[in-house]
């Protein structure tokens, strides 16, 4: 499934579960770690709606997981929506709202499949492999949390320069 459609089935999924179009709004983020969020509108103290909410989805984690996860994502996140601000925890309100949406009841999908970081390092100690997503500063010295700096000096090399890694 590609973004546009995955896009157009949450849209209507928020709609659906009562989001209005004028406060509720869908929009993409590049996250590789969360897959999901839900983003209040923020209303001033004269009752003014000065931004408006946003249910948000990981491109990258969408383009490695299921439909089944996604939608499962995009349900997670309208129950928060439905549940309020008090709902941001995933607490008592924000457990009923899982059952009006139909998603699992977890506070995170740690069953997800991950997106491979670009940058990686392997330990020549332990053979762990080490991943980042952001650009490691090359000023600075890694070191595995296994075996330490003594044994474990990391470094990490760019997987779009280096895709055989070994």
């Not at 709606?49 to 990981?58: D, K, P, T, Y």
């Not at 996140?77 to 309020?84: D, N, Q, R, S, T």
């Not at 009923?96 to 999908?109: F, L, N």
Request: contains cysteine.
């Amino acid at each position: 499934m590609n973004f546009e459609e995955i896009e157009i089935k949450a849209i209507v999924r928020m709609r659906e579960m009562g989001l209005d179009a004028a406060r509720w709004k869908f929009r993409w983020i590049r996250s590789c770690r969360r897959f999901g969020q839900c983003r209040f509108p923020w209303v001033d103290l004269t009752g003014t709606l000065r931004q408006l909410g946003h249910i948000e989805l990981s491109r990258p984690l969408c383009e490695v997981n299921s439909w089944e996860e996604t939608l499962d994502t995009i349900n997670h996140e309208i129950a928060h929506a439905l549940a309020g601000p008090e709902g941001r925890l995933h607490n008592d309100k924000w457990l009923a709202m899982c059952k009006v949406t139909g998603c699992r009841p977890q506070a995170c999908g740690y069953d997800k499949v991950p997106v491979p970081a670009r940058y990686q390092a392997k330990c020549e100690c332990c053979g762990i492999v080490h991943q980042r997503y952001k650009k490691p500063d090359p000023k600075m010295q890694y070191n595995c949390k296994k075996c330490g700096p003594t044994f474990g000096k990391v470094k990490f090399l760019d997987m779009q320069l280096m895709p055989q890694f070994s």
